[in-house]
């Protein structure tokens, strides 16, 4: 079975630019959670998404946005890109919004210069 | 004060040795306590998850929660050197909507 797939592995930007990260979950699962990871940190949350609904978001700015579609499939927007936005992304999905074990996809690496 | 609190490391052993990872964590309504594997370059992968107190066995994996103390574990028994990764412990609040993760500790099997 596949598991929660990202695109694209890596991405090179210019700061102030605007970036899309796309991820794919696991057949079956209604929920995609979207994480930051900094080097040398744990990765932070970013937004949770059910049933194409938001059901939570983190300390992050108006710059990061996301939504899902109705295969359950997530995009991560991220405007005005800062060199601080540089870091790993990943995205996890589970069965349901509560309660239930998240799998991780293997990220997109931005890098912002 | 950070919601979850991991030695960094990075914790060297000898191959088969027994390996005890720990986590601290302040916010007592934390029901749920996953731990994942992160190899470099990719996502982190789930090795357990435990809800409430009590250990959880799984091969050579077992997972240990001490509410009382706020106080997770994780024991690696015969470590080999494909367990040199870094081990994230994320508490999760019960309905709630996030995994809070530790900085996450280095752990490097010498063969």
């Known amino acids: 079975d596949a598991g929660v797939t990202q695109s694209p592995t890596h991405l090179i930007k210019t700061r102030g630019q605007h970036v899309t990260l796309r991820c794919s979950p696991i057949?079956?699962?209604?929920?995609v959670s979207w994480y930051q990871q900094v080097l040398g940190q744990g990765p932070q949350f970013i937004f949770q998404?059910?049933?194409?609904?938001?059901?939570g978001r983190g300390n992050f700015p108006d710059r990061f946005s996301a939504r899902q579609f109705p295969n359950y499939s997530s995009e991560l927007n991220v405007n005005a890109l800062l060199l601080g936005d540089s870091a790993l992304y990943l995205c996890?999905?589970?069965?349901?919004?509560?309660?239930?074990?998240?799998?991780f996809g293997n990220g997109t690496r931005l890098t912002v210069t | 004060q950070k919601e979850v609190e991991q030695d960094p490391g990075p914790l060297s052993v000898p191959e088969g040795a027994i390996v005890s990872l720990n986590c601290t964590y302040s916010?007592?309504?934390?029901?749920?306590f996953m731990w994942y594997r992160q190899y470099s370059r990719k996502g982190p992968e789930l090795l357990m998850y435990?809800?409430?107190?009590g250990n959880k066995e799984d091969g050579r994996f077992t997972a240990q929660v001490d509410k009382s103390s706020k106080y997770i574990s994780l024991f690696i028994r015969d470590s080999q050197p494909s367990d040199s990764a870094t081990y994230l412990c994320?508490?999760?609040?019960?309905?709630?909507?996030?995994?809070?993760f530790g900085a996450g500790t280095i752990l490097r099997v010498k063969s």
């Open positions: 996890a999905s589970s069965l349901a919004s509560a309660n239930s074990p998240l799998h």
């Open positions: 057949s079956g699962h209604k929920s």
């Open positions: 998404y059910y049933e194409k609904e938001e059901r």
């Open positions: 916010n007592s309504a934390f029901q749920y």
């Open positions: 435990t809800y409430s107190s």
């Open positions: 994320a508490p999760w609040v019960e309905y709630g909507n996030k995994l809070v």
